[in-house]
């Protein structure tokens, strides 16, 4: 049963950067559903395009822009084009993300810095640029982070830097901005099924099979697990969170769970 109004979000903007696949998309359709227009933006143009001709093609008000959140410049352009298409911004999600699997020892400077890149100063860059473009007081930022800034996790040295700098940028924003009636939350997703992520992270049966084995719930989580609670804190039932990390992950954030039997 769906637990929110079907229009709670008419007649307002939502932006996604890295909006064209995966969770990012599922948070796109989500809030489409829930009334917003929506604008997408990614770096490669035939995603974006077909990210926008499906949601359009399901009824759905929509554009898409063609930028990397590396880029401060292109991302700006990217925002000014949405406020200049539907005006003030109500909802900015940024979820574009790297990730792989390496010991850092096996790591170049450049693959560390890669990760950092496109996580950390991407999410800065999203939101610096969207601060011109909000409406104020009300908007509602949401990064997307994972349990890595929290849980130092082997192999993961880059995505666990990455993800807690994204962590402390939320807060900070949340501090700095929350005067002008913007707040600033972050969503730290586990193994989510169906995602490229996970296809690289566990890439055979019994990988994932291992990682199901060390969640408290031991499933995976779906996009539209992490869409709803996006559509929650898009919206006005939301409106007294901000700083807040929020954990939808099955219980990954707080360790390995794998020696716990059923209780009795």
Not at 46 to 52: G, S
Not at 213 to 219: D, F, I, N, P, V
Request: with cysteine; net charge neutral.
């Amino acid at each position: 049963m769906d637990a929110f109004a079907s229009d709670i979000l008419k007649g307002k903007t939502a932006f996604i950067a890295g909006g064209s696949s995966g969770i990012n998309l599922g948070i796109a359709e989500r809030l489409a559903e829930a009334g917003a227009a929506v604008a997408i933006m990614s770096r490669k143009q035939d995603k974006v395009d077909a990210a926008v001709a499906a949601l359009v093609g399901a009824g759905h008000q929509a554009i898409g822009i063609a930028a990397d959140v590396r880029n401060y410049t292109a991302t700006e352009a990217a925002l000014r084009q949405t406020h200049e298409f539907w005006g003030e911004i109500d909802v900015v999600v940024s979820g574009a993300a790297g990730n792989f699997l390496a010991p850092a020892l096996d790591m170049s400077a450049n693959a560390f810095k890669a990760v950092v890149d496109i996580d950390l100063l991407g999410t800065f860059n999203v939101f610096r640029a969207c601060y011109a473009f909000l409406r104020r007081p009300g908007a509602s930022l949401i990064a997307i982070t994972a349990p890595q800034g929290q849980r130092p996790t082997p192999f993961q040295a880059h995505v666990c830097a990455a993800k807690a700098g994204v962590d402390m940028l939320t807060k900070c924003l949340a501090m700095e901005w929350g005067p002008s009636g913007v707040r600033v939350n972050a969503i730290a997703p586990g193994p989510i099924g169906g995602t490229e992520g996970m296809a690289r992270l566990a890439s055979s049966p019994e990988a994932e099979a291992k990682v199901k084995s060390r969640l408290a719930l031991r499933e995976y989580g779906t996009k539209r697990d992490i869409a709803d609670l996006a559509l929650y804190l898009s919206s006005d039932n939301a409106r007294y969170m901000t700083g807040s990390i929020v954990s939808c992950d099955g219980g990954s954030v707080l360790g390995d769970a794998s020696a716990v039997d059923l209780p009795v």
